[in-house]
Each structure stands twice: as structure tokens, then as C-alpha cells.
Nanobody, 125 residues
């Protein structure tokens, strides 16, 4: 069964940066949508960013626009989430999710059928 594994989480001071990566145990297709989601303590899971490799479309939640960047820089990895100017409110467990196949654009919806176990990001001084 295909597995996703996130890495790169940790403790960082406000204003700092982290880069999360998402690796997959297999690539059924080079066309896929990858999404990054997060869940803070006591809150519902929310979408952070997503990207379609079919058309390169990217989308960011308003709360992270201008600070986070989604991309793919390694053919062996699904993608990454570069997080800059981190704030305490970014503290959460971050999950990568994916759905394989041709897709134009991306959204935070129920299409994702593969999920990682999550990596914890803590922003604190």
C-alpha cells in the first residue's frame, strides 16, 4: 500500500523557517495533486497549501500567503512546504496528502486518498 511520510518538523522560534518534505513509497503516476494540511490542538484540520503537477497550479490558505511556498524540487519526493516567517499560530501537526491522476488546479476537499502520519511543528520562543 502506498505510504506518505512527512519530515522536517520541529521547534522553531517565531520568525524562523522550516522546510517540510513529503516522500512516497511509490509513484503510480507523475500527475498528482499534493496538499498540505495542519491540525492545531483543539482545532479542526485545515488546508494550508496544495499543488497540481498536471498544470502547476498552486493554492495557499490566506493565513499563509506570502510566507509559505509549496513545490517539488526532487523527483524522488512528492513535494515540500517551505515555511518562512513562522508565527506561534502556525503551531500544529502538518500532514501531506495526495491523490494521483490528471487534475487541473487543486482544492482542499475530499479528493485526497493518501495521507501521511504527520510531523509536528512548534513555533515558540
Amino acid at each position: 500500500q502506498l505510504q506518505l511520510v512527512e519530515s522536517g518538523g520541529g521547534l522553531v522560534q517565531p520568525g524562523g523557517s522550516l522546510r517540510l518534505s513529503c516522500a512516497a513509497s511509490a509513484f503510480p503516476s507523475n500527475d498528482y495533486v499534493i496538499g498540505w494540511f495542519r491540525q492545531a490542538p483543539g482545532k479542526e484540520r485545515e488546508g494550508v497549501s496544495c499543488m497540481s503537477t498536471t498544470d502547476g497550479a498552486k493554492y495557499y490558505a490566506v493565513s499563509v500567503r506570502g510566507r509559505f511556498t509549496i513545490g517539488r524540487d526532487n523527483a524522488d519526493k512528492m513535494g515540500y512546504l517551505q515555511m518562512n516567517t513562522l508565527k506561534p499560530e502556525d503551531t500544529a501537526v502538518y500532514y501531506c496528502a495526495a491523490v494521483f491522476g490528471t487534475a487541473y488546479g487543486c482544492r482542499f476537499d475530499g479528493r485526497y486518498d493518501h495521507w501521511g502520519q504527520g510531523t509536528r511543528v512548534t513555533v515558540s520562543s
